[in-house]
């Protein structure tokens, strides 16, 4: 299985919030140095990611976003290109508590993501991402927002 054995990855995805805003996001990341359930179908690992989101929207002028997030990753196994799928929840904040139609009823929220890609080498993945950020009902209101994006992830 190709595995990122680098110091860094950096990632970055464009997509759209379901009320049609652009979403542009750029990402570091650290694999984690550990696997679980290794088999031969495949394993679960994991990375870190921090990342900064630009919400841009017609009719508001943009916010910003700062994430966090555990993600684990479960790859199948397989030789060349790789199938993958994660989850993963952190936390976010964000620069305004209203983000197009969507009030947030607070700057600090909570990132669940899901996503599925593809490795397509050692040093290369690209995917389909979907982002959930709300503050949980830490506070009112809690419309929430996601994002769904297209990624690149390269390792270096």
Same mark, same amino acid.
């Given at each position: 299985m190709a595995n990122f054995t680098h110091a860094a990855q950096w990632s970055a995805s464009?997509?759209?919030?379901g009320q049609g805003d652009m979403t542009y996001r750029i990402g +570091?990341?650290?694999?984690?140095? &550990?696997? =679980?359930?290794? $088999?031969?179908? !495949?394993?679960?690992?994991? @990375? =870190?990611?921090? !990342? @900064?989101? %630009?919400?841009?929207?017609?009719e508001y002028s943009g916010a910003h976003s700062l994430s966090f997030s555990p993600v684990f990753v479960y790859e199948f196994a397989g030789e060349? *290109?790789?199938? %993958?799928?994660?989850?993963? *929840? !952190? /936390?976010s904040f964000f620069s &305004?508590?209203? /983000? #197009?139609?969507?009030?947030?009823? $607070? $700057?600090?929220n909570f990132e669940d993501r899901l996503g599925v890609g593809l490795k397509l080498s050692?040093?290369? &993945? /690209? #995917? /389909?991402?979907?982002?959930? %950020? $709300?503050?949980? #009902? +830490?506070k009112s209101p809690n419309a929430g927002i996601e994002s769904f994006a297209l990624f690149y992830n390269q390792a270096f």
């Open positions: 464009l997509g759209a919030t +570091l990341s650290q694999d984690w140095a &550990k696997t =679980w359930m290794a $088999s031969e179908t !495949g394993r679960l690992t994991g @990375y =870190w990611d921090a !990342g @900064y989101t %630009y919400w841009e929207g017609a060349g *290109v790789q199938p %993958y799928i994660e989850l993963g *929840v !952190g /936390v &305004k508590t209203d /983000v #197009g139609e969507r009030q947030l009823g $607070s $700057s600090f050692a040093t290369q &993945k /690209v #995917g /389909v991402r979907a982002i959930h %950020y $709300s503050n949980a #009902g +830490l």
